[in-house]
């Protein structure tokens, strides 16, 4: 038994092209162990709207696997990618040589990551203790970074007029209302769960259970591209390094 065949109201996504029936019939009624998410929950912006490209969100880390009958033909053709790629990282400054030239007219350098903690549910899909749990870990994890990336983390549940003006004076506050998001599930329980970490010089700053559990930015005026990424770089091993000895 399946439930029945959905309305893929985005004719030309990718979703429409790899949720045929016979997937459907296969995966609907499976869920995840992380957050219980099934494929309905997965592409309910596909279904809803007529605009989407890709149209799926993975609700955990089980997900990919769950349904990878569905996300490992649609990632690969989505980022062109062979059936056996493995994904690489390296953080290494050392290996940036040059930088902007200092009179180019630049007005600032973001680089920024996410980043998922193993054991929770990703945005579409985290229940309400589970993110719960990822912001009490964090404000623990930030109370131990030190020196240029020590800084104040503001819950956005209870947060005073001044403080939420502030952050919208400096384009750090993340807000809710974005059709995408709420059909995909990343809006509920809002706000609780959820804020923003920056240190003292507002160049380091961690949104905390938005559309990613956590986004980790390096930001400043002016072009140094190699000094914002190293400072990106130090603040993800840092925080890294706080979480797991927090966990």
């Known amino acids: 038994m399946s439930d029945p065949f959905p309305e893929i109201k985005s004719k030309h996504s990718l979703v429409a092209k790899y949720v045929t029936q016979p997937i459907w019939e296969k995966l609907s009624r499976a869920v995840t162990k992380t957050s219980g998410f099934s494929l309905s929950q997965a592409i309910a912006c596909a279904v809803q709207f007529d605009n989407q490209h890709c149209g799926i969100y993975a609700g955990d ?10 996300f490992d033909p649609l990632i690969q053709e989505y980022h062109g990618i062979s059936a056996d790629a493995v994904h690489t990282s390296d953080m290494d400054v050392n290996k940036i040589k040059g930088n902007i030239d200092p009179s180019a007219p630049v007005h600032s350098t973001r680089i920024r990551v996410g980043r998922s903690i193993d054991g929770f549910g990703l945005s579409p899909g ?49 807000v809710s209302g974005d059709r995408n998001l709420i059909a995909a ?47 990106l770089a130090r603040g993800i091993k840092a925080v890294g390094d706080s979480v797991k000895a927090e966990s």
């Open 61 to 70: 880390w089980d997900s990919y696997k769950v349904f990878a009958d569905v």
């Open 126 to 174: 985290i229940t309400k203790e589970q993110r719960i749990g990822v912001e009490s870990l964090m404000k623990k994890a930030f109370a131990n970074l030190t020196g240029d990336l020590a800084g104040t983390y503001y819950p956005l549940t209870g947060m005073n007029e001044a403080v939420r003006q502030q952050l919208v004076d400096d384009h750090f506050l993340f």
């Open 185 to 231: 599930g990343m809006e509920r329980d809002w706000p609780e769960g959820r804020g923003i970490f920056h240190n003292k010089d507002k160049t380091f700053l961690t949104w905390v259970n938005e559309e990613d559990q956590l986004r980790i930015i390096s930001m400043q005026a002016g072009g140094d591209v190699r000094g914002v990424f190293d400072r």
